[in-house]
Protein backbone atom coordinates (compact mmCIF):
# COMPACT_ATOMS: atom_id res chain seq x y z
CA UNK A 1 0.00 0.00 0.00
CA UNK A 2 1.51 3.77 -1.13
CA UNK A 3 2.00 6.13 1.73
CA UNK A 4 3.36 9.47 2.27
CA UNK A 5 4.98 11.20 4.93
CA UNK A 6 3.91 15.01 5.97
CA UNK A 7 6.53 17.12 7.92
CA UNK A 8 9.88 15.97 7.23
CA UNK A 9 11.79 16.80 9.88
CA UNK A 10 14.09 15.22 12.40
CA UNK A 11 11.49 12.79 13.95
CA UNK A 12 10.43 11.61 9.70
CA UNK A 13 13.91 11.28 8.98
CA UNK A 14 15.26 9.42 12.30
CA UNK A 15 12.22 7.23 12.27
CA UNK A 16 9.61 7.26 10.18
CA UNK A 17 11.67 6.67 6.80
CA UNK A 18 13.30 4.17 7.71
CA UNK A 19 10.71 1.97 9.54
CA UNK A 20 8.41 2.47 6.10
CA UNK A 21 12.19 1.76 3.97
CA UNK A 22 11.93 -1.86 6.13
CA UNK A 23 7.96 -2.63 6.15
CA UNK A 24 6.46 -5.46 4.37
CA UNK A 25 3.28 -3.25 4.38
CA UNK A 26 3.85 0.06 3.33
CA UNK A 27 6.04 2.14 0.03
CA UNK A 28 6.92 5.50 0.62
CA UNK A 29 5.17 6.66 -2.71
CA UNK A 30 5.61 11.03 -1.71
CA UNK A 31 6.54 13.14 0.90
CA UNK A 32 5.23 16.70 1.64
CA UNK A 33 7.19 19.31 3.48
CA UNK A 34 8.39 23.11 3.29
CA UNK A 35 11.83 22.18 3.30
CA UNK A 36 13.05 18.57 4.18
CA UNK A 37 12.60 15.86 1.45
CA UNK A 38 13.46 11.75 1.92
CA UNK A 39 16.28 10.78 -1.30
CA UNK A 40 14.52 9.06 -4.41
CA UNK A 41 11.11 10.29 -3.42
CA UNK A 42 8.85 12.68 -5.31
CA UNK A 43 8.06 15.50 -3.15
CA UNK A 44 5.56 18.43 -3.02
CA UNK A 45 5.34 21.35 -0.75
CA UNK A 46 1.71 21.23 -0.49
CA UNK A 47 -0.58 18.62 0.63
CA UNK A 48 -3.23 19.78 -1.53
CA UNK A 49 -0.73 19.31 -4.63
CA UNK A 50 0.32 16.02 -3.61
CA UNK A 51 -3.81 14.86 -2.56
CA UNK A 52 -4.51 15.82 -6.30
CA UNK A 53 -1.51 14.35 -8.04
CA UNK A 54 -1.36 11.46 -6.45
CA UNK A 55 -5.07 9.70 -6.41
CA UNK A 56 -3.31 6.64 -5.64
CA UNK A 57 -1.97 7.24 -2.59
CA UNK A 58 -4.30 5.81 -0.13
CA UNK A 59 -2.73 6.58 3.57
CA UNK A 60 -0.84 9.99 4.57
CA UNK A 61 1.31 10.01 7.73
CA UNK A 62 1.33 13.16 9.23
CA UNK A 63 4.68 14.15 11.40
CA UNK A 64 3.53 18.06 11.80
CA UNK A 65 3.70 19.96 15.07
CA UNK A 66 0.40 19.47 17.42
CA UNK A 67 -0.31 23.00 16.09
CA UNK A 68 -0.19 23.34 12.34
CA UNK A 69 -1.37 19.66 11.96
CA UNK A 70 -4.97 19.77 12.13
CA UNK A 71 -5.53 21.67 9.18
CA UNK A 72 -3.19 18.94 7.17
CA UNK A 73 -5.35 16.46 8.89
CA UNK A 74 -8.94 17.79 7.79
CA UNK A 75 -7.80 17.81 4.22
CA UNK A 76 -6.54 13.97 4.13
CA UNK A 77 -9.61 12.87 5.45
CA UNK A 78 -11.63 14.65 3.31
CA UNK A 79 -10.08 13.90 0.43
CA UNK A 80 -10.19 10.29 1.16
CA UNK A 81 -6.97 9.04 2.45
CA UNK A 82 -6.45 6.72 5.32
CA UNK A 83 -4.69 9.24 8.26
CA UNK A 84 -1.92 8.12 11.38
CA UNK A 85 -0.58 10.78 13.26
CA UNK A 86 1.99 11.62 15.68
CA UNK A 87 1.94 11.94 19.22
CA UNK A 88 0.01 14.09 20.57
CA UNK A 89 -2.88 13.61 17.76
CA UNK A 90 -4.00 17.50 18.06
CA UNK A 91 -3.12 21.03 19.50
CA UNK A 92 -6.07 20.36 21.38
CA UNK A 93 -8.56 17.67 22.41
CA UNK A 94 -11.85 19.28 20.43
CA UNK A 95 -9.76 19.25 17.51
CA UNK A 96 -9.28 15.48 17.23
CA UNK A 97 -12.76 14.70 18.32
CA UNK A 98 -13.93 16.51 15.05
CA UNK A 99 -11.15 14.32 13.24
CA UNK A 100 -12.71 11.07 14.79
CA UNK A 101 -15.80 12.27 13.74
CA UNK A 102 -15.33 13.21 10.08
CA UNK A 103 -12.66 9.77 9.58
CA UNK A 104 -15.79 7.93 10.65
CA UNK A 105 -18.09 9.94 8.11
CA UNK A 106 -15.43 9.44 5.46
CA UNK A 107 -15.28 5.59 5.88
CA UNK A 108 -11.56 6.02 6.59
CA UNK A 109 -8.77 4.75 8.68
CA UNK A 110 -7.91 7.42 11.56
CA UNK A 111 -4.77 5.78 13.64
CA UNK A 112 -3.90 8.06 16.77
CA UNK A 113 -0.21 6.55 17.34
CA UNK A 114 1.35 6.65 20.41
CA UNK A 115 5.17 5.33 19.55
CA UNK A 116 5.78 4.45 23.49
CA UNK A 117 2.82 1.80 23.97
CA UNK A 118 4.50 -0.54 21.25
CA UNK A 119 8.76 -0.21 23.05
CA UNK A 120 10.00 -3.63 23.55
CA UNK A 121 8.78 -4.53 26.82
CA UNK A 122 5.49 -2.38 27.18
CA UNK A 123 2.80 -5.36 26.20
CA UNK A 124 4.91 -7.34 28.87
CA UNK A 125 4.33 -4.89 31.55
CA UNK A 126 0.72 -4.72 31.24
CA UNK A 127 0.41 -8.59 31.09
CA UNK A 128 2.09 -9.11 34.62
CA UNK A 129 0.07 -5.83 36.42
CA UNK A 130 -3.43 -7.20 34.97
CA UNK A 131 -4.10 -9.05 37.66
CA UNK A 132 -1.93 -7.03 40.57
CA UNK A 133 -3.43 -4.71 43.20
CA UNK A 134 -0.76 -1.78 42.70
CA UNK A 135 0.35 0.25 46.28
CA UNK A 136 2.21 3.12 44.64
CA UNK A 137 3.56 4.13 41.27
CA UNK A 138 6.47 6.77 40.53
CA UNK A 139 7.17 7.67 37.29
CA UNK A 140 10.48 9.84 36.16
CA UNK A 141 10.97 11.09 33.13
CA UNK A 142 14.19 13.84 32.54
CA UNK A 143 15.63 14.49 29.80
CA UNK A 144 17.77 16.92 28.22
CA UNK A 145 15.62 19.30 25.63
CA UNK A 146 18.77 20.40 24.15
CA UNK A 147 19.90 16.90 23.05
CA UNK A 148 16.57 16.22 22.01
CA UNK A 149 14.85 18.76 20.18
CA UNK A 150 17.79 21.02 19.55
CA UNK A 151 16.86 24.63 18.95
CA UNK A 152 12.99 23.72 18.81
CA UNK A 153 11.48 26.50 19.60
CA UNK A 154 7.84 25.28 19.19
CA UNK A 155 8.28 22.89 22.21
CA UNK A 156 7.85 26.06 24.30
CA UNK A 157 5.32 28.19 22.31
CA UNK A 158 1.79 28.12 23.32
CA UNK A 159 0.40 24.79 22.40
CA UNK A 160 3.82 22.90 22.03
CA UNK A 161 3.12 21.29 25.35
CA UNK A 162 6.79 21.52 27.03
CA UNK A 163 7.66 18.78 29.05
CA UNK A 164 4.57 16.85 28.36
CA UNK A 165 5.81 16.60 24.37
CA UNK A 166 8.06 14.04 26.33
CA UNK A 167 5.99 13.16 29.27
CA UNK A 168 3.02 12.38 27.60
CA UNK A 169 5.28 9.49 26.08
CA UNK A 170 5.49 8.14 29.70
CA UNK A 171 1.26 8.93 29.96
CA UNK A 172 0.76 6.70 26.82
CA UNK A 173 2.62 3.85 28.99
CA UNK A 174 0.88 4.41 31.78
CA UNK A 175 -2.71 4.34 30.47
CA UNK A 176 -1.85 1.36 28.56
CA UNK A 177 -0.73 -1.02 31.33
CA UNK A 178 -2.69 -0.16 34.08
CA UNK A 179 -5.32 -2.73 35.13
CA UNK A 180 -7.69 0.60 36.33
CA UNK A 181 -8.92 3.53 34.87
CA UNK A 182 -6.31 6.55 36.34
CA UNK A 183 -6.84 10.21 36.93
CA UNK A 184 -5.13 13.35 38.09
CA UNK A 185 -5.16 14.75 41.93
CA UNK A 186 -2.98 17.59 41.34
CA UNK A 187 -0.42 18.94 39.41
CA UNK A 188 2.28 21.52 39.73
CA UNK A 189 3.72 23.07 36.54
CA UNK A 190 6.84 24.70 35.91
CA UNK A 191 7.25 27.90 33.66
CA UNK A 192 10.75 29.32 32.36
CA UNK A 193 9.92 32.98 32.79
CA UNK A 194 10.54 33.71 29.00
CA UNK A 195 8.63 31.13 27.67
CA UNK A 196 4.83 30.02 27.43
CA UNK A 197 5.34 26.03 28.22
CA UNK A 198 6.25 24.05 31.37
CA UNK A 199 9.99 22.84 31.41
CA UNK A 200 9.14 20.88 34.31
CA UNK A 201 5.52 19.13 35.85
CA UNK A 202 4.75 16.94 38.95
CA UNK A 203 1.60 14.88 38.95
CA UNK A 204 -0.58 13.55 41.36
CA UNK A 205 -2.52 10.56 39.94
CA UNK A 206 -5.07 8.82 41.39
CA UNK A 207 -3.94 5.22 43.19
CA UNK A 208 -0.92 7.03 44.81
CA UNK A 209 0.67 7.52 41.11
CA UNK A 210 3.21 10.66 40.64
CA UNK A 211 4.78 11.64 37.79
CA UNK A 212 8.36 13.82 37.83
CA UNK A 213 8.59 15.68 34.25
CA UNK A 214 11.73 17.03 33.69
CA UNK A 215 13.48 18.90 30.51
CA UNK A 216 16.29 20.11 31.88
CA UNK A 217 18.25 16.90 32.62
CA UNK A 218 22.16 16.64 32.19
CA UNK A 219 24.12 13.79 32.35
CA UNK A 220 22.18 10.12 32.49
CA UNK A 221 18.91 10.81 30.91
CA UNK A 222 15.79 8.95 32.54
CA UNK A 223 12.65 7.48 31.37
CA UNK A 224 11.75 4.45 33.87
CA UNK A 225 8.32 3.64 36.03
CA UNK A 226 8.37 1.56 39.46
CA UNK A 227 5.13 0.19 40.22
CA UNK A 228 5.42 -1.69 44.01
CA UNK A 229 2.58 -4.26 43.71
CA UNK A 230 1.35 -7.10 46.35
CA UNK A 231 3.16 -9.79 44.08
CA UNK A 232 6.52 -7.45 44.50
CA UNK A 233 8.23 -4.75 42.34
CA UNK A 234 7.86 -3.96 38.20
CA UNK A 235 10.00 -1.44 36.86
CA UNK A 236 9.69 -0.62 33.12
CA UNK A 237 13.12 1.15 32.05
CA UNK A 238 14.29 3.14 28.93
CA UNK A 239 11.12 4.57 27.73
CA UNK A 240 9.15 1.25 28.24
CA UNK A 241 12.16 -1.07 26.95
CA UNK A 242 13.33 -3.31 29.44
CA UNK A 243 11.40 -4.96 32.24
CA UNK A 244 12.31 -5.89 35.67
CA UNK A 245 10.87 -7.86 38.24
CA UNK A 246 12.27 -7.35 42.00
CA UNK A 247 15.19 -5.62 40.46
CA UNK A 248 15.67 -8.67 38.14
CA UNK A 249 15.80 -8.30 34.41
CA UNK A 250 12.50 -9.90 32.67
CA UNK A 251 12.67 -8.96 28.95
CA UNK A 252 12.36 -12.72 27.75
CA UNK A 253 8.48 -11.71 26.69
CA UNK A 254 9.88 -9.07 25.28
CA UNK A 255 8.79 -7.73 21.81
CA UNK A 256 11.85 -7.34 19.10
CA UNK A 257 10.29 -4.83 16.77
CA UNK A 258 11.14 -1.46 16.78
CA UNK A 259 8.73 1.34 17.81
CA UNK A 260 8.07 3.08 14.39
CA UNK A 261 7.78 -0.35 12.45
CA UNK A 262 5.13 -2.03 14.36
CA UNK A 263 2.92 1.27 14.68
CA UNK A 264 3.13 1.16 10.59
CA UNK A 265 2.44 -2.18 10.94
CA UNK A 266 -0.52 -1.35 13.20
CA UNK A 267 -1.33 0.92 10.58
CA UNK A 268 -1.82 -1.40 8.17
CA UNK A 269 -3.55 -3.55 10.53
CA UNK A 270 -6.28 -1.07 10.72
CA UNK A 271 -6.39 -0.06 7.23
CA UNK A 272 -7.18 -4.00 6.17
CA UNK A 273 -9.44 -4.05 9.07
CA UNK A 274 -11.23 -1.38 7.78
CA UNK A 275 -10.76 -0.18 12.02
CA UNK A 276 -9.94 3.19 13.51
CA UNK A 277 -7.69 3.76 16.92
CA UNK A 278 -7.87 7.06 18.68
CA UNK A 279 -7.19 6.89 22.68
CA UNK A 280 -7.21 10.26 24.23
CA UNK A 281 -6.62 9.18 27.68
CA UNK A 282 -2.80 10.50 27.71
CA UNK A 283 -4.12 13.31 26.05
CA UNK A 284 -6.84 13.70 28.55
CA UNK A 285 -4.38 14.19 31.80
CA UNK A 286 -1.80 16.00 30.09
CA UNK A 287 -4.85 18.64 29.71
CA UNK A 288 -6.41 18.26 33.05
CA UNK A 289 -2.68 18.70 34.03
CA UNK A 290 -2.85 22.55 32.74
CA UNK A 291 -6.55 23.18 33.66
CA UNK A 292 -5.93 21.47 37.28
CA UNK A 293 -2.39 22.29 37.72
CA UNK A 294 -1.02 25.44 40.12
CA UNK A 295 2.50 27.32 38.23
CA UNK A 296 5.30 28.49 39.21
CA UNK A 297 7.87 30.59 37.82
CA UNK A 298 11.25 29.55 37.09
CA UNK A 299 14.57 30.68 35.55
CA UNK A 300 14.33 31.92 31.90
CA UNK A 301 15.77 29.07 29.13
CA UNK A 302 17.23 29.35 26.35
CA UNK A 303 18.57 26.44 23.87
CA UNK B 1 -38.94 10.63 44.08
CA UNK B 2 -36.57 11.46 47.07
CA UNK B 3 -33.16 13.08 46.26
CA UNK B 4 -30.70 14.45 48.62
CA UNK B 5 -28.57 18.01 47.96
CA UNK B 6 -25.09 17.78 49.25
CA UNK B 7 -22.96 21.14 49.33
CA UNK B 8 -25.57 24.19 50.94
CA UNK B 9 -23.72 26.97 49.86
CA UNK B 10 -24.57 30.15 47.62
CA UNK B 11 -26.06 28.33 44.98
CA UNK B 12 -27.99 25.67 46.67
CA UNK B 13 -29.65 27.92 48.28
CA UNK B 14 -30.90 30.22 45.70
CA UNK B 15 -31.45 27.82 43.18
CA UNK B 16 -31.62 24.07 44.07
CA UNK B 17 -33.83 24.62 47.38
CA UNK B 18 -36.54 26.51 45.61
CA UNK B 19 -36.22 24.47 42.29
CA UNK B 20 -36.37 21.39 44.23
CA UNK B 21 -39.72 22.74 46.49
CA UNK B 22 -41.45 23.73 42.98
CA UNK B 23 -40.54 20.31 41.20
CA UNK B 24 -43.63 18.65 40.88
CA UNK B 25 -41.09 15.11 40.57
CA UNK B 26 -38.86 15.41 43.58
CA UNK B 27 -39.03 15.68 47.52
CA UNK B 28 -36.00 16.98 49.02
CA UNK B 29 -35.67 14.67 51.50
CA UNK B 30 -32.09 14.89 53.20
CA UNK B 31 -28.81 17.65 52.86
CA UNK B 32 -25.27 16.89 53.50
CA UNK B 33 -23.10 19.86 54.00
CA UNK B 34 -20.18 20.71 56.82
CA UNK B 35 -22.09 23.88 57.87
CA UNK B 36 -25.48 24.70 55.75
CA UNK B 37 -28.71 23.84 56.42
CA UNK B 38 -31.91 24.16 54.37
CA UNK B 39 -34.47 24.92 56.96
CA UNK B 40 -36.92 21.74 57.92
CA UNK B 41 -34.60 19.32 55.81
CA UNK B 42 -33.06 16.39 57.79
CA UNK B 43 -29.01 16.95 57.42
CA UNK B 44 -26.03 14.91 57.82
CA UNK B 45 -22.46 16.66 57.75
CA UNK B 46 -20.78 13.49 56.00
CA UNK B 47 -22.24 12.20 52.82
CA UNK B 48 -21.61 8.37 53.48
CA UNK B 49 -23.64 8.85 56.59
CA UNK B 50 -26.48 9.74 54.91
CA UNK B 51 -26.12 7.09 52.01
CA UNK B 52 -26.07 4.30 54.73
CA UNK B 53 -28.90 6.09 57.02
CA UNK B 54 -31.12 7.00 54.27
CA UNK B 55 -31.35 4.04 51.88
CA UNK B 56 -35.13 5.56 50.81
CA UNK B 57 -33.50 8.71 49.02
CA UNK B 58 -32.52 7.66 45.05
CA UNK B 59 -30.85 10.14 43.54
CA UNK B 60 -28.13 12.67 44.88
CA UNK B 61 -28.15 16.32 43.09
CA UNK B 62 -24.03 17.70 43.80
CA UNK B 63 -23.57 21.51 44.38
CA UNK B 64 -19.95 21.18 45.59
CA UNK B 65 -17.12 23.09 44.06
CA UNK B 66 -15.20 21.13 41.47
CA UNK B 67 -12.45 20.20 43.39
CA UNK B 68 -13.82 18.01 46.17
CA UNK B 69 -16.91 16.76 43.82
CA UNK B 70 -15.14 13.68 42.38
CA UNK B 71 -15.17 11.95 45.90
CA UNK B 72 -18.45 12.58 46.57
CA UNK B 73 -19.99 11.77 43.16
CA UNK B 74 -18.03 8.25 43.67
CA UNK B 75 -19.36 7.25 46.95
CA UNK B 76 -23.18 7.87 45.42
CA UNK B 77 -22.52 6.11 42.10
CA UNK B 78 -20.94 3.19 44.46
CA UNK B 79 -23.99 2.96 46.47
CA UNK B 80 -26.17 2.67 43.77
CA UNK B 81 -28.17 5.99 43.50
CA UNK B 82 -28.72 8.21 40.44
CA UNK B 83 -26.73 11.17 40.47
CA UNK B 84 -26.98 14.94 39.42
CA UNK B 85 -23.99 17.36 39.03
CA UNK B 86 -23.17 21.42 39.25
CA UNK B 87 -21.60 22.61 36.17
CA UNK B 88 -18.61 21.93 35.53
CA UNK B 89 -18.85 18.08 36.45
CA UNK B 90 -15.47 17.93 37.59
CA UNK B 91 -12.03 19.58 38.34
CA UNK B 92 -10.38 17.31 35.25
CA UNK B 93 -12.03 15.10 32.42
CA UNK B 94 -10.58 12.06 33.30
CA UNK B 95 -12.45 11.86 36.55
CA UNK B 96 -15.55 12.66 34.48
CA UNK B 97 -14.90 9.56 32.44
CA UNK B 98 -14.59 7.52 35.19
CA UNK B 99 -17.73 8.48 36.97
CA UNK B 100 -19.33 7.79 33.32
CA UNK B 101 -18.37 4.28 33.64
CA UNK B 102 -19.06 4.00 37.08
CA UNK B 103 -22.62 4.96 36.12
CA UNK B 104 -23.11 2.91 32.89
CA UNK B 105 -21.54 -0.26 35.37
CA UNK B 106 -24.35 0.33 38.36
CA UNK B 107 -27.12 1.05 35.89
CA UNK B 108 -28.13 3.92 37.73
CA UNK B 109 -28.19 7.78 35.74
CA UNK B 110 -25.54 10.58 36.04
CA UNK B 111 -26.54 14.05 34.30
CA UNK B 112 -24.04 16.50 33.83
CA UNK B 113 -26.02 19.98 33.90
CA UNK B 114 -25.30 23.04 32.09
CA UNK B 115 -27.46 25.13 33.65
CA UNK B 116 -27.22 27.89 31.19
CA UNK B 117 -28.32 25.26 27.96
CA UNK B 118 -31.96 25.57 29.52
CA UNK B 119 -32.11 29.33 29.67
CA UNK B 120 -35.38 30.67 28.17
CA UNK B 121 -34.06 31.81 24.45
CA UNK B 122 -31.67 28.73 24.06
CA UNK B 123 -33.81 26.03 21.88
CA UNK B 124 -35.03 28.90 20.37
CA UNK B 125 -31.80 30.47 19.07
CA UNK B 126 -30.14 26.42 18.37
CA UNK B 127 -33.37 26.18 15.89
CA UNK B 128 -33.20 29.68 14.02
CA UNK B 129 -29.13 28.54 14.08
CA UNK B 130 -30.00 25.09 12.39
CA UNK B 131 -29.88 25.41 8.75
CA UNK B 132 -28.29 29.30 8.93
CA UNK B 133 -24.13 29.82 7.63
CA UNK B 134 -22.85 31.45 10.18
CA UNK B 135 -19.99 34.06 8.81
CA UNK B 136 -18.94 35.49 12.69
CA UNK B 137 -19.81 34.70 16.06
CA UNK B 138 -18.67 37.02 19.40
CA UNK B 139 -19.48 36.47 22.86
CA UNK B 140 -19.09 38.80 25.43
CA UNK B 141 -19.06 37.67 28.84
CA UNK B 142 -18.35 40.08 31.91
CA UNK B 143 -19.02 40.14 35.00
CA UNK B 144 -18.06 41.31 38.46
CA UNK B 145 -16.67 38.32 40.36
CA UNK B 146 -16.92 40.40 43.86
CA UNK B 147 -20.63 40.74 43.14
CA UNK B 148 -21.48 36.97 42.06
CA UNK B 149 -18.70 35.19 44.41
CA UNK B 150 -17.77 37.11 46.93
CA UNK B 151 -14.97 35.87 48.96
CA UNK B 152 -14.84 32.22 46.94
CA UNK B 153 -11.20 31.86 47.16
CA UNK B 154 -11.29 28.56 45.60
CA UNK B 155 -12.60 30.37 42.26
CA UNK B 156 -9.00 31.50 41.94
CA UNK B 157 -7.30 28.31 43.32
CA UNK B 158 -6.03 25.75 40.91
CA UNK B 159 -8.94 24.59 39.40
CA UNK B 160 -11.11 26.77 40.27
CA UNK B 161 -10.89 27.97 36.56
CA UNK B 162 -11.30 31.07 37.45
CA UNK B 163 -13.09 33.35 34.48
CA UNK B 164 -14.00 29.74 32.98
CA UNK B 165 -16.49 29.38 35.77
CA UNK B 166 -18.76 31.74 34.30
CA UNK B 167 -17.02 31.69 30.83
CA UNK B 168 -17.89 27.56 30.59
CA UNK B 169 -21.56 28.88 30.53
CA UNK B 170 -21.11 30.27 26.89
CA UNK B 171 -19.66 27.60 26.24
CA UNK B 172 -21.95 25.47 27.10
CA UNK B 173 -24.55 27.88 25.27
CA UNK B 174 -22.53 27.54 22.05
CA UNK B 175 -21.90 23.87 21.80
CA UNK B 176 -25.91 23.64 22.00
CA UNK B 177 -26.67 26.07 19.70
CA UNK B 178 -24.12 25.69 16.85
CA UNK B 179 -25.21 23.58 13.67
CA UNK B 180 -21.42 22.56 13.66
CA UNK B 181 -18.81 21.07 15.87
CA UNK B 182 -16.47 23.81 16.88
CA UNK B 183 -12.59 23.82 18.35
CA UNK B 184 -10.54 26.29 19.85
CA UNK B 185 -7.64 27.65 17.32
CA UNK B 186 -5.61 30.16 19.86
CA UNK B 187 -6.45 31.52 23.21
CA UNK B 188 -4.99 34.26 25.57
CA UNK B 189 -5.37 33.76 29.53
CA UNK B 190 -4.85 36.74 32.13
CA UNK B 191 -3.61 35.48 35.49
CA UNK B 192 -3.85 37.78 38.39
CA UNK B 193 0.14 37.68 39.61
CA UNK B 194 -1.05 36.63 43.28
CA UNK B 195 -3.83 33.83 41.63
CA UNK B 196 -3.75 30.22 40.36
CA UNK B 197 -6.40 30.80 37.80
CA UNK B 198 -7.63 33.45 35.05
CA UNK B 199 -9.67 36.44 35.95
CA UNK B 200 -10.02 37.28 31.99
CA UNK B 201 -9.26 35.40 28.62
CA UNK B 202 -9.67 35.69 24.86
CA UNK B 203 -10.45 32.87 22.56
CA UNK B 204 -10.23 32.22 19.21
CA UNK B 205 -12.76 29.42 17.76
CA UNK B 206 -13.21 27.82 14.57
CA UNK B 207 -15.96 29.07 12.66
CA UNK B 208 -14.41 32.99 13.01
CA UNK B 209 -15.81 33.17 16.57
CA UNK B 210 -14.59 34.57 19.30
CA UNK B 211 -15.08 35.21 23.24
CA UNK B 212 -13.97 37.66 25.68
CA UNK B 213 -14.41 36.60 29.29
CA UNK B 214 -13.54 38.98 31.44
CA UNK B 215 -14.17 38.94 35.48
CA UNK B 216 -13.05 42.32 36.31
CA UNK B 217 -16.36 44.01 34.81
CA UNK B 218 -18.14 46.63 36.68
CA UNK B 219 -21.46 48.56 36.43
CA UNK B 220 -23.61 46.55 33.54
CA UNK B 221 -22.81 43.15 33.09
CA UNK B 222 -22.75 41.25 30.03
CA UNK B 223 -23.44 37.61 28.74
CA UNK B 224 -23.72 38.37 24.98
CA UNK B 225 -23.88 36.04 22.11
CA UNK B 226 -23.76 37.93 18.90
CA UNK B 227 -23.85 35.82 15.29
CA UNK B 228 -23.60 36.84 11.63
CA UNK B 229 -25.30 34.74 9.42
CA UNK B 230 -26.53 34.25 5.71
CA UNK B 231 -30.21 35.65 6.94
CA UNK B 232 -29.55 38.01 9.46
CA UNK B 233 -28.00 38.88 13.09
CA UNK B 234 -28.62 36.94 15.74
CA UNK B 235 -28.12 38.16 19.57
CA UNK B 236 -28.71 36.04 22.35
CA UNK B 237 -28.69 37.95 25.64
CA UNK B 238 -28.32 38.21 29.70
CA UNK B 239 -27.35 34.41 29.26
CA UNK B 240 -29.46 32.66 27.05
CA UNK B 241 -32.47 34.23 28.19
CA UNK B 242 -33.55 37.12 25.16
CA UNK B 243 -32.90 36.67 21.72
CA UNK B 244 -33.08 39.11 18.88
CA UNK B 245 -33.04 38.85 15.54
CA UNK B 246 -31.83 42.23 13.37
CA UNK B 247 -32.08 43.80 16.63
CA UNK B 248 -36.14 42.92 17.15
CA UNK B 249 -37.06 41.02 20.46
CA UNK B 250 -37.80 37.47 18.93
CA UNK B 251 -38.48 36.16 22.45
CA UNK B 252 -42.20 34.07 21.52
CA UNK B 253 -41.19 30.85 21.37
CA UNK B 254 -38.65 30.90 24.38
CA UNK B 255 -39.06 28.61 27.08
CA UNK B 256 -41.39 29.57 30.72
CA UNK B 257 -39.30 27.27 32.73
CA UNK B 258 -36.26 28.61 34.81
CA UNK B 259 -33.05 26.80 34.74
CA UNK B 260 -33.02 25.30 37.88
CA UNK B 261 -36.46 23.75 37.91
CA UNK B 262 -36.08 22.82 34.01
CA UNK B 263 -32.75 20.57 34.83
CA UNK B 264 -34.64 18.92 37.94
CA UNK B 265 -37.38 18.24 35.36
CA UNK B 266 -34.90 16.78 33.16
CA UNK B 267 -33.06 14.85 36.17
CA UNK B 268 -36.56 13.18 36.38
CA UNK B 269 -37.16 12.49 32.88
CA UNK B 270 -33.74 10.50 32.82
CA UNK B 271 -34.32 8.43 35.74
CA UNK B 272 -37.54 7.52 34.27
CA UNK B 273 -36.09 6.63 30.92
CA UNK B 274 -32.91 4.71 32.79
CA UNK B 275 -30.62 7.10 30.78
CA UNK B 276 -27.35 9.39 31.44
CA UNK B 277 -26.53 12.95 30.13
CA UNK B 278 -23.05 13.46 30.08
CA UNK B 279 -21.65 16.30 27.37
CA UNK B 280 -18.46 17.14 27.90
CA UNK B 281 -17.71 19.58 25.06
CA UNK B 282 -17.60 23.01 27.08
CA UNK B 283 -15.44 21.33 29.64
CA UNK B 284 -12.85 20.16 26.92
CA UNK B 285 -12.72 23.76 24.87
CA UNK B 286 -11.81 25.12 28.48
CA UNK B 287 -9.45 21.94 29.29
CA UNK B 288 -8.31 23.03 25.41
CA UNK B 289 -7.61 26.99 26.35
CA UNK B 290 -5.69 25.61 29.64
CA UNK B 291 -3.29 23.81 26.95
CA UNK B 292 -3.28 25.67 24.41
CA UNK B 293 -3.70 29.28 25.52
CA UNK B 294 -0.37 31.87 26.44
CA UNK B 295 -0.45 33.49 29.38
CA UNK B 296 -0.24 37.29 30.92
CA UNK B 297 0.69 38.13 33.94
CA UNK B 298 -1.80 40.85 35.23
CA UNK B 299 -2.01 43.05 38.46
CA UNK B 300 -3.04 41.53 41.40
CA UNK B 301 -6.58 40.48 42.66
CA UNK B 302 -7.84 40.59 46.26
CA UNK B 303 -11.67 40.27 46.96
Known amino acids: MKIALVGIGKIALDQHVPALASSPDWE??????????????????RIEDMLDARPDIGAVSLCLPPVPRFEAAQAVL????????????????AEVHILRDLAQAQGVTLYATWHSRVAHAVAAAKAWLADRVIHEGRITWREDVRKWHPGQDWIFQAGGMGVFDPGINALSILTEILPMPVHLRAAELDFPENRQAPIAARLALSGNITADFDF??????????????????????LGGNVLEID????????????????LYARMAELVRRGASEVDLSPMVLVADAFTLGSRNTVDAFEF
Open 28 to 45: LAATVSRHGRAPGIEAFP
Open 78 to 93: RAGRHLMLEKPPGATL
Open 216 to 237: RQQGPQTWDMEFWTDAGRLALR
Open 247 to 262: GADAGGEASIMGEYPA
